[in-house]
Every structure is written in C-alpha cells, then in structure tokens.
C-alpha cells in the first residue's frame, strides 16, 4: 500500500477527530501521474454538493509519456465515492460550526487509488506550541535514554 501523496500540513495544522477512506474517480492519465508522484494535496479540502462528495483545490499534474492533445486541468475538482451512510453523517458533520473536512493522502488499494480524509478541527496557535513543546521533550528523552548527551 504505497502512499503516493502525503497532507503533513493538515496533521499540523488540524486536529484529527474522524478518519475515513474514498475511491475517487480519475481519468487514466491522472491516475499515472498520481502513481508518478505528480499529486499534491496542500490547501485542498473535501465538501459535499448535491449530495455527493468533491475532493476539490487538488492538483495532480500531466503525466509525463502522455501525448494526446486533450486539455488536462491540473485543478479540477474530482468526484469521491464513498457509501451512502457515510455521506449522509459527513453531510451533517460539515454543517457543524468549526468542522471541516481535509485530505490526508492518495494510496492505492490494489488497482485503485484511495483518498484517505478526515473531519477535522483547527487548532489554535497555543495549540501548537504545546504540540511541538511535546514532541521537542519525547525527543529529548529518547536521546537522552539511548545515551547522546546534548
């Protein structure tokens, strides 16, 4: 299961309530480029319209052995398929005031390319300054046991 695009901004910039996973539908060339490493999900976030999920402000680059003269729209929001009950609870969770739905990677699952999103809630700057805080000391500790002084 390789991971083919990663989100490190949202785990920072999000705290993480609900995860879940979707298919998503892409032409065949977006899917190489997506298996080349040409995707990027920074800024991008998932909204329900029409009752449907869309994976929109996503950008998944041309494939590079591609040579059809088709336009290719890097930016275009892309459909995700996911089943109907969980559509109906992301819905509801979207409406909520501070809730916000965000991408955390593209993997693949066999054949198909899976996006792995989350519900999510900003956190706020003092929020961050605990995190890093937290993960500076769990460091320090760890050298600290393997014996590297400082």
């Not at 999510?120 to 890093?132: E, N, S, V, Y």
Request: with cysteine; glycine share 8%; proline share 3%.
């Amino acid at each position: 299961m390789p991971i083919y695009a990663d989100n490190r901004k949202a785990r920072h910039t999000y705290e993480i309530l609900e995860k879940f996973e979707g298919g998503l539908v892409l032409t065949g060339a977006e899917t190489k480029a997506v298996r080349e490493g040409k995707a990027k999900l920074d800024g991008s976030y998932v909204k329900v319209m029409g009752g449907e999920l869309w994976l929109v402000g996503t950008h998944i680059g041309p494939y590079s052995k591609d040579t059809s003269i088709e336009a290719h729209v890097p930016d275009r929001r892309r459909k995700m398929l996911i089943h109907k009950k969980e559509l109906r609870h992301l819905a509801s969770k979207s409406q909520e005031k501070g809730l916000t739905l965000v991408p955390l990677s593209f993997y693949s699952l066999g054949r198909r390319i899976k996006v792995s999103f989350a519900v999510c809630r900003g956190k706020k700057a003092h929020d961050k300054r605990q995190q890093l805080k937290e993960r500076d000391l769990l460091r320090s500790t760890r050298r600290f046991l393997r014996g590297e002084s400082e």
